[in-house]
């Protein structure tokens, strides 16, 4: 038996209708307001079967009658309380509940997006856009030296010891002792990027190669820099980076149509805004 026909065979065991009895009690006998369609709560056999498939889902294996009964009684809590506090305004003006509303009336406006299919030529258009944005990392061979944190003293220091690497002197015992090695050879901009900063890894793309320059500043302070080697990447071609372009394309996709549904949606309200003075 496959977990949905457990499901439905759940559904339909005698406690579980025994509950869905007791709830249309409760339904007919607390409080009826004017609009009795309002006050009653229905836990139909497809929702016994949603709340099943949940249960498989995150435990992975089928429920016990009891567990569902459960899970029936918490259904029936959750709507008897949203209901009683929607009557009681107290929805109004919660900003948690704003957000979960605005979060799927977002939901519903992408979701043809989401499940649109992108043509080759669109993906490729978007991957001629920006090219780089999903090419490899560029790998670099340097030498650093370091000079210290970013003061003024540290500075004039770097510029002295510059003028001594420039004319031929060994980098090694230069500068002060750091956690990190003197040469780096065939890491990638994202590696060096995690030990030094994004800027650090950022500098090293405009830096001359051959010679030292800086300082240099990166996330632990100032340094001295040679690059030796600098292997920038090739165009991806649309096969090697599909998912990843799929992906940013039904992102932007998805933004325009929740910027067209909120558009049309906002036309239909007048809108004042009181700034304070």
Do not use: C
Not at 224 to 230: A, G, I, N, S
Request: no cysteine; proline share 8%.
């Amino acid at each position: 038996m496959t977990f949905k026909d457990r499901a439905r065979a759940i559904s339909r065991e005698p406690l579980v209708h025994f509950l869905l009895a007791g709830a249309a009690i409760f339904a007919i006998w607390s409080n009826v307001p004017p609009d009795p369609g309002e006050r009653r709560i229905v836990v139909s056999e497809a929702r016994v079967t949603r709340l099943v498939d949940r249960w498989l889902e995150t435990y992975h294996r089928p429920p016990t009658p009891a567990e569902v009964d459960g899970m029936i009684r918490d259904d029936v809590k959750d709507q008897v309380y949203y209901r009683e506090a929607q009557r009681l305004g107290l929805d109004r003006d919660d900003e948690v509940v704003i957000k979960r509303m605005r979060n799927k009336m977002e939901s519903l406006a992408m979701s043809d997006a989401q499940a649109a299919t992108p043509s080759d030529a669109e993906l490729q258009a978007l991957l001629d856009k920006d090219p780089a944005k999903y090419a490899p990392n560029p790998v670099y061979a340097f030498d650093q030296v370091y000079i210290g944190d970013d003061t003024p003293a540290n500075r004039a220091a770097a510029n002295a010891l510059l003028a001594k690497l420039k004319a031929g002197t060994d980098p090694k015992g230069l500068g002060k002792p750091i956690p990190l090695p003197m040469h780096f050879d065939g890491d990638s901009s994202a590696d060096i990027a995690d030990q030094l900063g994004d800027d650090f890894a950022g500098a090293l793309l405009t830096l001359p190669q051959g010679q030292w320059t800086g300082p240099v500043m990166s996330g632990v302070g100032l340094h001295l820099v040679r690059v030796d080697k600098r292997v920038l990447p090739r165009k991806p071609t649309l096969d090697e980076v599909r998912q990843r372009v799929e992906n940013d394309w039904r992102s932007a996709k998805s933004k325009q149509a929740i910027d067209k549904a909120f558009n049309e949606m906002v036309k239909g309200y007048d809108v004042v805004i009181e700034k304070p003075r």
